[in-house]
């Protein structure tokens, strides 16, 4: 085997090249052979500084080092579409030809039997092979995508040569047997593929995906899993029988000791409604049927709605509670 040369690699495949019969077939690589021909040599690049490869319904060239890679691409990107155009105009309705292209560049040696060896040879053909290539083709109304390496990218592309415009190339990212390669494609970025544009790192996350806070303003979001506040006056949204924010409502001590904040009054929209006490050592009791919202100080700890209060902690439920109820205090101390 030689020892690896640089080269510069340019690869063309016919669109649904099986599905033709055998006379179709023949007429196609004919056309094919006949554009590479055209577009090499509106390159420039002599038959001296090149070496082909024929794989039925693809064409790989191998083109010296020395030879002009921005005057290949322009090449492509001009006579390739015009070529295309030409000829499917009068071509039958099976003869029509697509071309899928790749321009990429590496080291390939060339081994007993006149065969080509080299990864970077092998990379190339894989991104001739991508389904993001394919299925950018099917949206070419020129009948022609073209794929260029990093490599080709970082040297010619990206300095905006004329003929040439790095705006027209797009970075993507398309899966192969080797692994993700990173490339750059002439023209949109297909939807909806496997394979898909690199966007980079630094994308901020997804909201409602789990471990993100709550969108701001969501209805019924909270941080505690509690329900929402209820705002506003009974019967303006609230419903009747919970207590307005805005109407304070005094706590009032039972006969038995037991604690009770009233129903809202009627100016709040609720219907008045008698206090509701427990025994001591009963269960303790929900709010009554119009909504007022009972404290038991039974044995046990002190309870508030059904809820446990215990230590200096206080609640309110649907409402606010104000006066001198007092819950967690020190032993002695009024009530």
């Known amino acids: 085997m030689t020892d690896p040369v640089s080269r510069t690699f340019l690869l063309l495949d016919i669109e649904k090249y099986s599905d033709r019969d055998d006379v179709d077939q023949e007429i196609l690589r004919r056309k094919l052979y006949d554009i590479a021909n055209q577009v090499l040599e509106a390159a420039g690049i002599d038959e001296t500084l090149r070496s082909r490869a024929d794989r039925g319904d693809s064409v790989m060239e191998l083109i010296d080092a020395s030879a002009s890679v921005r005057a290949l691409l322009r090449a492509l990107l001009t006579e390739v579409p015009a070529q295309l155009h030409a000829y499917n105009r009068s071509a039958s309705s099976t003869a029509q030809i697509r071309l899928r292209g790749v321009v990429a560049n590496g080291y390939v040696a060339v081994d007993e039997h006149g065969g080509w060896v080299g990864s970077d040879l092998n990379h190339a053909c894989r991104l001739l092979d991508a389904q993001l290539l394919r299925e950018a083709l099917r949206a070419r109304a020129d009948g022609f995508a073209l794929c260029v390496s990093e490599g080709v990218h970082a040297g010619i592309v990206r300095h905006d040569h004329v003929g040439v415009p790095a705006a027209d190339f797009r970075p993507v990212t398309v899966t192969s047997k080797n692994g993700p390669l990173r490339a750059w494609l002439h023209g949109p970025v297909p939807a909806g593929d496997h394979d898909h544009a690199d966007t980079g790192a630094g994308e901020p996350p997804v909201p409602g995906f789990p471990g993100d806070d709550p969108a701001p303003g969501a209805r019924g979001a909270t941080t505690s899993g509690a329900p929402p506040a209820e705002c506003g006056p009974a019967g303006a949204g609230g419903g009747a029988g919970r207590a307005s924010l805005d109407t304070p409502v005094p706590a009032t001590a039972g006969a038995d000791g037991a604690a ?61 509670v104000t006066g001198d109820v007092r819950l967690g205090g020190t032993a002695g101390e009024g009530a």
């Open 260 to 320: 009770t904040v009233p129903a809202p009054s009627a100016q709040a929209g609720a219907a008045q409604t008698a206090p509701a006490t427990t025994q001591p050592g009963a269960a303790p009791a929900q709010g009554p049927a119009g909504g007022g919202v009972v404290f038991n100080f039974g044995s046990g700890s002190p309870s508030f709605g059904g809820s446990l209060v215990g230590g200096d902690q206080h609640g309110v439920s649907g409402g606010q």
